[in-house]
């Protein structure tokens, strides 16, 4: 990875921890509680998945691998503002 892309990926990561704590799935958790996720939105975002593929996707890693229940998580919505923000980012 060149320096000017990793330098971007640092920024992204930083700004999307920011919004993903917002969420507080887990109030008071630790800020890299949900790093996992983090790095599957910007996975998919890079390689350019649609919504309903990042919706699955999140919707998938909270349900399985955190245990949240697929009634109080709103992967749409989660993945709409992230989104969002990624088209704010890349501009």
């Not at 971007?8 to 509680?33: G, H, M, Q, T, V």
Request: glycine content about 2%; overall charge negative; hydrophobic content about 35%.
């Amino acid at each position: 990875m060149n320096s000017r892309l990793k330098k971007e990926y640092k920024r992204a990561f930083s700004e999307l921890r920011e919004i993903i704590n917002s969420w507080e799935l887990i109030p008071d958790s630790p800020d890299d509680e949900f790093d996992s996720i983090n790095h599957l939105f910007l996975s998919q975002l890079y390689k350019g998945s649609d919504k309903f593929k990042m919706s699955k996707a999140i919707q998938f890693e909270l349900t399985n691998n955190y245990g949240f229940s697929v009634e109080h998580i709103d992967s749409d919505k989660m993945t709409v503002e992230v989104l969002e923000w990624w088209n704010n980012f890349k501009k």
